[in-house]
């Protein structure tokens, strides 16, 4: 994958959590270039990539934090 191909798909998986997790709750603004939709500043919630996070670190070994 090219470097823009990876930050696309990373920018889609923050979108869908943001989406389906969050129902939009939070901002999780396109930052990969694709979305032609720029509306004012750029916002992203930390929230989303927390989730993301989590869910990794469980799936790979079942704790809560990436962090430890």
Known sequence: ???QEV???MCELC?????QKFDSR???DCFCGE???KIGDFK?????IDFI???ISEKL???RNLND
């Open 35 to 37: 979305n032609p939709f």
């Open 7 to 9: 930050i696309a798909t």
């Open 26 to 28: 939070f901002p999780h």
């Open 61 to 63: 070994n079942g704790t």
């Open 44 to 48: 992203f919630s930390r929230e989303v």
């Open 15 to 19: 979108s869908i959590v943001g989406r």
């Open 53 to 55: 996070r989590e869910a």
């Open 1 to 3: 994958m090219t470097k």
